[in-house]
């Protein structure tokens, strides 16, 4: 079955913890993104990759940390530097460039932090 | 730097009756525009692109450039509507795909 799978689902944190979010994908799509998704805020981008072993800082990267280490995986470690880490995360990828084509997105990870 | 705007955060109409969802946005270059929704328990996925001129379930949208719009339309609304819609816009070099705010749709019986 194809497509971008992230994990957990529900994600509970004591603050001054890191945690690390996963997404992997089997698509073989060369771009991956990480969104936050906030109640009337829409979706905010947080980190971006083109290509395996590079990425590039989003709107909202600070307290954020990524690596693209392999070309499905790209995960997401929100620091302790984050002030305000709960919120709904979405990580996506696309083959090319998003002008000619389509993100497809994962189902989400709920960060909570008590 | 670009931006999307939907002024709309909920939007309710009756079954049957037309809908539009507005969505204006910012950008100096060339944009391309999509709008992505979001079913209840289902990932967000595209629903339609600008630069392919499709109607998919009914919908359609048109960019208007003097206006800075790519509103979101259809003619006679159904209850499985209902859902977040969200648009989106593209930036010349393909990288980033910025979001508008969100607007939930529920169509009523």
């Known amino acids: 079955d194809g497509g971008i799978t992230q994990s957990p689902k529900y994600l509970f944190r004591k603050e001054g913890q890191n945690v690390t979010l996963s997404c992997e994908q089997n698509?073989?799509?060369?771009?991956m993104y990480w969104y936050r998704q906030d109640p009337g805020q829409g979706l905010r981008l947080i980190y971006y990759?083109?290509?395996?072993?590079?990425?590039q800082k989003g709107d909202i990267a600070e307290g954020y940390s990524v690596s693209r280490e392999k070309k499905e995986s790209f995960p997401l470690t929100v620091t302790s530097a984050q002030k305000n880490p709960t919120a709904f995360y979405l990580c996506?990828?696309?083959?090319?460039?998003?002008?000619?084509?389509?993100?497809?997105f994962g189902q989400g990870t709920r960060l909570t932090v008590v | 730097a670009q931006r999307v705007t939907q002024p709309e955060k909920l939007l309710s109409v009756f079954k049957g009756a037309p809908v539009e969802l507005k969505c204006n946005y910012s950008?100096?270059?060339?944009?391309?525009l999509f709008w992505y929704v979001q079913y209840s328990r289902q990932r967000l996925q595209l629903l339609l692109r600008?630069?392919s001129r499709e109607s998919i379930k009914g919908f359609t949208a048109d960019l208007n450039k003097g206006e800075t719009s790519f509103h979101l339309k259809k003619p006679f609304a159904q209850e499985e509507d209902s859902a977040m819609y969200y648009c989106?816009?593209?930036?010349?070099?393909?990288?980033?795909?910025?979001f508008g705010e969100g607007t939930q749709l529920t169509v009523n019986p």
């Open positions: 600008h630069i």
């Open positions: 996506a990828s696309s083959i090319g460039q998003l002008m000619n084509t389509e993100a497809f």
């Open positions: 989106a816009l593209a930036e010349w070099s393909g990288s980033r795909l910025t």
């Open positions: 698509l073989n799509h060369d771009a």
């Open positions: 950008y100096s270059g060339s944009p391309e």
């Open positions: 990759s083109q290509i395996v072993n590079d990425f």
